[in-house]
């Protein structure tokens, strides 16, 4: 979109949130580059110019501005719609990859040399993958630097900074301040207004993907503790536990969302407790436990690591399994053209696809879930997370294990599932496809190899392959037309109701059939289309 200049000026001079994280504004007379929603008077035409990342905006030598943060805009919804190698390599450095294991282990995931993909990034995003990834580990250095009481020498490798001097040196370029400049700021911002400029900001447009939350009450900060104590996979997570808005753009149903993660919550590792989501997280360097509340303007996000240099990628998984980076307004306007499915549009709009923040763990669940009800899935999971899940310490509520990896499931006894014998062989194989590497679930995954690899094994049919591309793989275009709760959904709308009917009359929703299926599940009264009872 950033080289439709026409189009872009107006998105600025209407400072239209929708457009925060598809196109980034620099102004060529202030050295500042902001996001489309920015508060400030918009500047003359002829002196902006538009760019697709803030990398891109941070290599050509534009600082972020200091009212709009438009280093934590939403991520863009561009990522989610597409398949080629520049958006899986996009998400997979949202994930992380080139910080753990650089650029070669990015174009080693994606099967690409080195120099391919410095070119295909910086033709589409202005930015190669190492500025990409910079970029992002000073959006989450400022994080850490404003909410937490951490020296600066922890947060710059918590950040994923290989030394202090590249961290203060990036804190620098990209927000005009020095590291202690930068906390002393948000301190005093804190104490004449009672939380961060973003907190009292109070919308989803203005934060961003990980922004620090307004303090429970005076004097109450974010984070308390500061330092996450690093106990380890079996030890407590507390003391430390940062509070985060993350936004979105709206609008944003939170029923068949929370209701749905709530529903067909695996006992032990996730509950809805409070009014919260929680659940537990295994990551690169431990593990967290994270718990999402449904607010009007945002999620409010509150975290506790076992290790802060997991920050990052938790924030990344968390808006990954909420699905909040999605474009809910190109979503509706696509599917309302269809007139029987624009009412349940118009009912309910801004409906996202519940994720997963784990695509293995997910596979698991979907193959324990087959022909049986959702509680009898939730019991078959809840047995295998006792038996095989790394048990851990939730002294807030009452969450106990991890969910087993691949490699701990593995070599498991057949004879003590109790699934019929084909699903324990269907369960074993998917099991050791993951664990052997010969099956990728991802985000770097491509999704028709993974969708050929899944129906290749054994017990994998055309249900639990695209429930696996719509809920682990994030196919915005997964369709489940042999579904019995889509097909008695279509039946009463007057829709086809055969698969292949259904499947040629739901061309015309397309790339966003994954998100038809919310609005044609939301039809029935099954609890995952309910937020649950307060306090349960």
Same mark, same amino acid.
């Given at each position: 979109?950033?080289?439709?200049? *026409?189009?872009c #000026?107006r998105?600025?001079?209407?400072?239209?949130?929708?457009?925060?994280g598809?196109?980034?504004?620099a102004?060529?007379?202030?050295?500042?580059?902001?996001?489309p929603?920015?508060?400030?008077?918009?500047?003359?035409?002829?002196?902006?110019?538009?760019?697709?990342? +803030?990398?891109s905006?941070?290599?050509?030598? $534009?600082r972020?501005?200091?009212?709009?943060?438009?280093?934590?805009?939403?991520?863009?919804?561009e990522?989610?719609?597409r398949a080629?190698?520049?958006?899986?390599?996009?998400?997979? %450095?949202?994930?992380?990859?080139?910080?753990?294991?650089?650029v070669?282990?990015?174009?080693?995931?994606?099967?690409?040399?080195?120099?391919? %993909?410095?070119?295909?990034?910086?033709?589409?995003?202005g930015?190669?993958?190492?500025?990409l990834?910079?970029?992002?580990?000073?959006?989450?250095? /400022?994080?850490?630097?404003?909410?937490?009481?951490?020296?600066?020498?922890?947060?710059?490798?918590?950040a &994923?900074f290989?030394?202090v001097?590249?961290?203060?040196?990036? #804190?620098?370029?990209?927000?005009?301040?020095?590291?202690?400049? @930068?906390?002393?700021?948000?301190?005093?911002?804190? +104490?004449t207004?009672?939380?961060s400029?973003?907190?009292r900001?109070?919308?989803?447009?203005?934060?961003?993907?990980?922004?620090?939350?307004? !303090?429970?009450?005076p004097?109450?900060p974010?984070?308390?503790?500061?330092?996450?104590?690093?106990? &380890?996979p079996?030890?407590?997570?507390? =003391?430390?536990?940062i509070?985060?808005?993350?936004?979105?753009?709206?609008?944003?149903?939170?029923?068949?969302? $929370?209701?749905?993660?709530?529903?067909t919550g695996?006992p032990?590792?996730?509950?809805?407790?409070?009014g919260?989501y929680?659940?537990?997280?295994?990551?690169?360097?431990?593990?967290?436990?994270?718990?999402?509340? =449904?607010?009007?303007?945002h999620?409010?996000c509150?975290?506790? @690591?076992?290790?802060?240099r997991?920050?990052?990628?938790?924030?990344?998984?968390?808006?990954?399994?909420?699905?909040?980076?999605a474009?809910?307004?190109?979503?509706?306007?696509?599917?309302?053209?269809?007139?029987?499915?624009?009412?349940l549009?118009d009912r309910?709009?801004?409906?996202?696809v519940?994720r997963t923040?784990?695509?293995?763990? $997910?596979?698991?669940?979907?193959?324990?879930?087959?022909?049986?009800?959702?509680a009898?899935?939730r019991?078959?999971?809840?047995? @295998?997370?006792?038996?095989h899940g790394?048990?851990?310490?939730?002294?807030?509520?009452?969450?106990?294990?991890?969910? =087993?990896? !691949?490699?701990?499931?593995?070599?498991?006894?057949?004879?003590?599932?109790?699934?019929p014998?084909?699903?324990?062989?269907?369960?074993?194989?998917?099991? *050791?496809?993951?664990?052997? &590497?010969?099956?990728?679930?991802?985000?770097?995954?491509?999704?028709?190899?993974?969708?050929a690899?899944?129906?290749?094994?054994?017990?994998?049919?055309?249900?639990?392959? *695209?429930?696996?591309a719509?809920?682990?793989?994030?196919d915005p275009?997964?369709?489940l037309?042999?579904? @019995?709760? %889509?097909? /008695?959904?279509?039946?009463?709308?007057?829709? =086809?109701?055969?698969?292949?009917?259904?499947?040629?009359?739901?061309?015309?929703?397309?790339?966003?059939?994954?998100?038809?299926?919310?609005?044609?599940?939301?039809t029935?009264?099954?609890?995952?289309?309910h937020?649950?009872? *307060?306090?349960?």
């Amino acid at each position: 979109m950033h080289t439709d200049t *026409e189009r872009c #000026v107006r998105a600025v001079r209407s400072k239209d949130a929708r457009f925060d994280g598809m196109f980034f504004t620099a102004v060529l007379t202030t050295g500042i580059y902001c996001r489309p929603s920015c508060p400030v008077v918009p500047p003359k035409a002829e002196n902006m110019v538009f760019h697709p990342s +803030a990398a891109s905006c941070q290599r050509a030598g $534009f600082r972020a501005c200091k009212r709009c943060r438009p280093d934590t805009s939403p991520g863009s919804p561009e990522w989610n719609v597409r398949a080629d190698a520049v958006a899986r390599a996009m998400r997979l %450095i949202q994930d992380g990859v080139v910080d753990r294991e650089g650029v070669p282990g990015l174009a080693a995931r994606l099967g690409w040399s080195t120099r391919q %993909i410095e070119r295909q990034l910086l033709a589409e995003l202005g930015a190669g993958p190492l500025a990409l990834a910079r970029a992002q580990r000073a959006q989450t250095a /400022r994080l850490l630097i404003e909410t937490t009481t951490m020296p600066m020498a922890e947060i710059a490798f918590a950040a &994923g900074f290989s030394s202090v001097r590249a961290f203060n040196d990036t #804190v620098r370029e990209v927000f005009a301040l020095a590291p202690g400049e @930068l906390r002393a700021r948000a301190a005093r911002h804190s +104490a004449t207004t009672g939380g961060s400029p973003e907190a009292r900001a109070g919308t989803g447009a203005q934060t961003g993907p990980g922004v620090p939350a307004a !303090p429970a009450g005076p004097g109450v900060p974010a984070v308390t503790g500061g330092r996450v104590a690093a106990a &380890g996979p079996a030890g407590p997570v507390t =003391p430390g536990v940062i509070s985060l808005r993350l936004p979105f753009r709206a609008p944003l149903n939170p029923s068949n969302l $929370f209701g749905h993660l709530a529903a067909t919550g695996v006992p032990g590792v996730e509950e809805w407790r409070d009014g919260a989501y929680r659940r537990t997280l295994t990551l690169p360097h431990g593990y967290g436990i994270v718990a999402l509340t =449904p607010r009007p303007d945002h999620i409010a996000c509150r975290l506790s @690591l076992t290790d802060p240099r997991d920050l990052t990628l938790a924030i990344s998984r968390c808006r990954w399994m909420l699905d909040l980076d999605a474009d809910p307004v190109a979503v509706d306007e696509q599917l309302r053209t269809d007139p029987l499915l624009a009412p349940l549009v118009d009912r309910a709009p801004g409906r996202r696809v519940p994720r997963t923040v784990d695509a293995a763990e $997910f596979a698991v669940r979907a193959v324990l879930g087959q022909q049986v009800s959702t509680a009898a899935a939730r019991t078959h999971a809840a047995r @295998l997370v006792a038996a095989h899940g790394v048990p851990i310490e939730d002294p807030e509520g009452g969450l106990t294990h991890l969910f =087993p990896t !691949p490699e701990a499931l593995a070599g498991l006894d057949p004879e003590a599932l109790a699934l019929p014998r084909s699903r324990r062989t269907t369960l074993l194989t998917l099991v *050791e496809a993951l664990a052997g &590497g010969t099956l990728s679930l991802g985000p770097g995954s491509d999704w028709a190899e993974a969708r050929a690899r899944l129906l290749a094994l054994p017990g994998f049919g055309p249900w639990t392959t *695209e429930v696996i591309a719509m809920r682990a793989l994030g196919d915005p275009d997964a369709f489940l037309p042999g579904d @019995l709760g %889509i097909r /008695r959904a279509a039946q009463g709308l007057g829709l =086809p109701s055969t698969p292949a009917a259904l499947t040629a009359r739901a061309a015309h929703w397309r790339p966003w059939r994954a998100y038809a299926v919310q609005y044609l599940w939301a039809t029935e009264s099954h609890p995952i289309n309910h937020l649950p009872t *307060e306090g349960k």
